[in-house]
């Protein structure tokens, strides 16, 4: 039936997000730099302190719809958006998207996760859950930083001149690595009690493949032609970066579904 949107559903009114309540922490998404829907962020409050915060923000798009209504039938018939190299078919409007996604510099709605840790021994203390807008700061792209924030680079004491040798590393980086270095230590634990109730380790022997097309950014919104230059690049699974994304929504959902 193609890929165009009903009328009905661009003139959909997107819900204000002005009633809900603004979140004390600023937030942090880490995706690929292809990445326009931003559906996930995380925030890390209290380092320093005994016990850590963290924070799991997701994108809530759901606030523009009611039950029964044109988005609602779209989204119900579409069912998700279809990727491919080089374009996508999204599932709802891109006025929705781009007014939920995740972008750093403004407020944005989210259904936030807050879980507490005891810093030193990461036991979870406390969980929980609310609707509200989250400031995002930054927009982290893994293809850019992978190669500098490996285990050794997290590890390491920047107290002990670590980075003396890489005066070229990112202020984001910088700003935001007493996070990463508690996010990796984290990640890491949650990583290994799921492996004891799997009953073996998860290895990462097989990179991941991603494929892009190069092509003038003009053109993005619109199906490749076929002329295209095909560009492969390797990544490895379980780079601290991915660990860490995916762990934290491994958290998320757990709790989310029990």
């Given at each position: 039936?193609?890929?165009?949107?009903?009328?009905?559903?661009?003139?959909?009114?997107?819900?204000?997000?002005?009633?809900l309540?603004l979140?004390?922490?600023?937030?942090?998404?880490?995706?690929?730099?292809?990445t326009?829907?931003?559906?996930?962020?995380?925030?890390?409050e209290?380092?320093?302190?005994?016990?850590?915060?963290?924070?799991?923000?997701?994108?809530?798009?759901?606030?523009?719809?009611?039950?029964?209504?044109?988005?609602?039938?779209?989204?119900?018939?579409r069912?998700?958006?279809?990727?491919?190299?080089?374009?996508?078919?999204?599932?709802l409007?891109?006025?929705?998207?781009?007014?939920?996604?995740?972008e750093?510099?403004?407020?944005?709605?989210?259904?936030?996760?807050?879980?507490?840790?005891d810093?030193?021994?990461?036991?979870?203390?406390?969980?929980?859950?609310?609707?509200?807008?989250?400031?995002?700061?930054?927009?982290?792209?893994?293809?850019?930083?992978?190669?500098?924030?490996?285990?050794?680079?997290?590890?390491a004491?920047?107290?002990a001149?670590?980075?003396?040798?890489?005066?070229?590393?990112p202020?984001?980086?910088?700003r935001?690595?007493?996070?990463?270095?508690?996010?990796w230590?984290?990640?890491?634990?949650?990583?290994?009690?799921?492996?004891?109730?799997?009953?073996?380790p998860e290895?990462?022997?097989?990179?991941?493949?991603t494929?892009?097309l190069?092509?003038?950014?003009?053109?993005?919104?619109?199906?490749?032609n076929?002329n295209?230059?095909?560009?492969?690049?390797?990544?490895?699974r379980?780079?601290?970066?991915?660990?860490?994304?995916?762990?934290?929504?491994?958290?998320?959902?757990?709790?989310?579904?029990?």
């Open positions: 039936k193609g890929t165009q949107f009903p009328p009905q559903a661009l003139a959909a009114a997107l819900a204000p997000a002005n009633d309540p979140a004390g922490v600023q937030a942090y998404s880490i995706d690929d730099s292809q326009t829907e931003i559906d996930d962020a995380l925030s890390v209290g380092l320093g302190s005994g016990q850590v915060t963290l924070g799991i923000h997701i994108a809530a798009p759901a606030l523009a719809i009611a039950p029964g209504d044109v988005l609602d039938g779209v989204a119900h018939t069912l998700s958006t279809v990727y491919m190299p080089g374009y996508k078919i999204t599932m409007p891109s006025e929705v998207v781009q007014h939920y996604t995740l750093a510099g403004r407020p944005c709605p989210a259904l936030s996760f807050y879980a507490m840790f810093e030193a021994t990461l036991t979870l203390q406390n969980v929980r859950s609310v609707i509200e807008q989250v400031n995002v700061i930054e927009n982290l792209r893994t293809d850019a930083l992978q190669n500098i924030v490996t285990p050794a680079w997290l590890e004491d920047p107290a001149g670590a980075d003396a040798a890489a005066p070229e590393l202020a984001a980086l910088l935001h690595r007493g996070a990463l270095a508690f996010l230590r984290l990640a890491q634990q949650l990583k290994a009690q799921r492996e004891v109730v799997r009953g073996k290895t990462f022997t097989r990179p991941d493949f494929f892009r190069l092509r003038d950014e003009a053109l993005q919104d619109t199906p490749p076929g295209e230059t095909v560009q492969i690049d390797i990544r490895q379980g780079a601290p970066l991915d660990l860490i994304v995916s762990e934290m929504m491994i958290l998320v959902n757990h709790h989310w579904g029990q």
